[in-house]
Nanobody
């Protein structure tokens, strides 16, 4: 059974930090590019960051550049998102996803999704 399980969400004040993890199982983790998305009520799911299958290349949306870092440990089958200097607009449910190919600066052909972890940033 394929699983992606996120953890590490929580509530912090603006300027704080959180580290999200996404543990994968049931598929060849090292062979997939991956990404983090977030969603707030009433809004579409928004991409946040992407990483190639090897972890050698990463991309970010402009609003998180310099504050978030995506990384991937293929030996442990874990995806990470380090978030610093959090802002209230970063609030949302964060999802990890695994895809088949990396093109146009993002992980594409998304095959698997986690259940999400809530991040709440208060001002």
């Amino acid at each position: 059974e394929v699983q992606l399980v996120e953890s590490g969400g929580g509530s912090v004040q603006a300027g704080g930090s959180l580290n999200l993890t996404c543990a994968g199982s049931g598929f060849l983790f090292a062979g997939y590019c991956m990404g983090w998305y977030r969603q707030t009520p009433g809004q579409d799911r928004e991409e946040v960051a992407h990483i190639t299958s090897s972890g050698s290349r990463t991309t970010y949306i402009d609003s998180v550049k310099g504050r978030f870092t995506i990384s991937k440990d293929n030996a442990k089958s874990i995806l990470y998102l380090s978030m610093d200097n959090l802002k209230p607009e970063d609030t949302g449910v964060y999802y990890c996803t695994a895809g088949v190919s990396f093109s146009r600066n993002r992980c594409q052909s998304l095959a698997y999704w986690g259940q999400g972890t809530q991040v709440t940033v208060s001002s």
